[in-house]
């Protein structure tokens, strides 16, 4: 259990009002909002450790250098991966899927082989995939989902064949708030010989997460929606494919030694990070890992699935309302999209914005699955582990009262 006024009071930002009403911010999985410890962890570092890394050997960059490597440390422990060779700092999740399809696509994808993703996936897990079939001439395949919002596991093996080279699916969807089987996933591709590559950016921050027990070759996912900051993400990858792969950008940094005509490039994971990295940012996402981890990645996702099993059946009973993705409590996680009969989503957010409701509203950066499902937008709340019961019912209040107002007009 947690102790979520406590949480709350961590969060400086959730202590405002929007349009004369207390904030109840539901666009967590836009982003999330950032504790105090990592906001003073932030600026701690600007103004005590502020150096370059790697280069200096004044005390300021090896101080700088530590705390640097020790969030990679932090970042491999949450996820279990193997050794520290293995995470790689990106700017968030889309920079990682596109490194993985630059790179490793490059090298193992030739005219012919198949990409397998799914309906489900986010726009930056299916342009990079666009991409490279474009450039090699390759196939790219999709996986069906089912009429109550489930990644159809039937036609996912149809659709990996011993053609393909590389699945890479979502671990949770940011629209259908739906968990995929990832492991019987990685168990089909590797069946095939294919890799399995898993875009966890609505995954790590909610639940626990081991790289190792999924057997996913390539993980990515966010520091912005786990409460760290922006412009900073993690690649994760196994040993022997990141040892074969090119970098997909060249510089300082990343190098041996330079060459007139070539160059060698350093170890891993130093080869893939070339220029000055995102310093402060992957400090305060390792500040971000502590604060998760010492209220407990389970607790995390007992408390959203608590608050899912509340709001729910709240929102499914309300007349004219459609939730989209499983409509079983157990099945969905705290991301919830949902629409108002005769009501534009737009309108929707927007009407709840008055009453200082936030949630998001649009394609989600997923337009093949809108258009999958036939739906052109949704309005779209967002739990997260600081959120309340209390949020839920301003949530439902808010939309009777936004039905109530369309339908009969202001009171
Ligand atoms: N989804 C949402 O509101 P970046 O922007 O690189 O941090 O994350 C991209 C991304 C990739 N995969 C999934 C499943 C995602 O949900 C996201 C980001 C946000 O749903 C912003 S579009």
């Known amino acids: 259990m947690i102790n979520v006024e406590n949480i709350r009071q961590q969060f400086p930002i959730l202590f405002q009002e929007v349009n004369d009403e207390p904030l109840v911010y539901l666009d967590n999985a836009a982003t999330t909002q ?19 890394v790697h280069r200096g050997v004044h005390t300021l960059a090896e101080r700088a250098t530590k705390e640097y490597e020790a969030a990679r440390e932090k970042v491999r422990r949450l996820i279990g991966a193997n050794e520290t060779a293995e995470i790689l700092f990106t700017r968030g999740t889309t920079t990682s899927l596109n490194w993985v399809a630059k790179s490793y696509g490059d090298l193992a994808v030739g005219a012919g082989d198949e990409i397998v993703i799914s309906y489900m996936e986010h726009h930056s ?25 489930y990644l159809d596991l039937e036609n996912a093996k149809k659709q990996i064949t011993d053609k393909t080279k590389i699945v890479s699916i979502a671990h949770v969807s940011n629209v259908l708030g739906v968990i995929n089987p990832i492991s019987e996933l990685t168990v089909l591709a590797h069946q095939h010989g294919a890799i399995m590559v898993v875009d966890g950016a609505q995954a790590v921050p909610h639940m626990p997460v081991n790289v190792q027990e999924l057997d996913a070759d390539f993980y990515a996912f966010s520091g912005h929606k786990m409460c760290g900051p922006t412009g900073i993400g993690v690649l994760y990858g196994k ?53 998760l981890t010492d209220i407990g990645l389970e607790n995390i996702h007992q408390h959203e699935a608590d608050l899912v099993a509340y709001v729910l059946p709240k929102l499914q009973a309300i007349e004219g309302l459609t939730v989209y993705g499983p409509q079983k409590i157990e099945d969905h996680t705290g991301v919830i999209a949902f629409n108002l009969e005769g009501l534009h989503p737009h309108d929707v957010a927007t009407a709840l914005d008055m009453e200082g409701v936030a949630v998001r509203a649009g394609h989600h950066c997923a337009q093949p699955l809108l258009k999958y499902i036939d739906v052109p937008a949704t309005a779209r709340a967002s739990f997260y582990l600081y959120n309340t019961k209390a949020d839920a019912d301003r949530l439902i209040e808010a939309i009777l009262a936004t039905k109530e107002f369309f339908q009969h007009g202001p009171i």
């Open 125 to 149: 897990n299916i342009i990079p995939w666009q991409q490279l079939a474009q450039r090699k001439g390759a196939v790219l395949k999709y996986i069906d989902i089912t009429a109550d919002g």
């Open 239 to 291: 040993r022997a494919l990141l040892e074969k792969m090119e970098p997909v950008e060249f510089g300082g940094e990343m190098i041996d030694f330079v060459n007139l005509q070539d160059s060698t490039w350093k170890e891993l994971p130093w080869k893939f990070e070339a220029g000055t990295p995102n310093i402060a940012g992957a400090i305060a996402l390792g500040a971000a890992v502590d604060y």
């Open 34 to 52: 950032k504790p105090q410890a990592v906001l003073d962890k932030l600026a701690y570092y600007y103004e005590h450790d502020n150096a370059n």
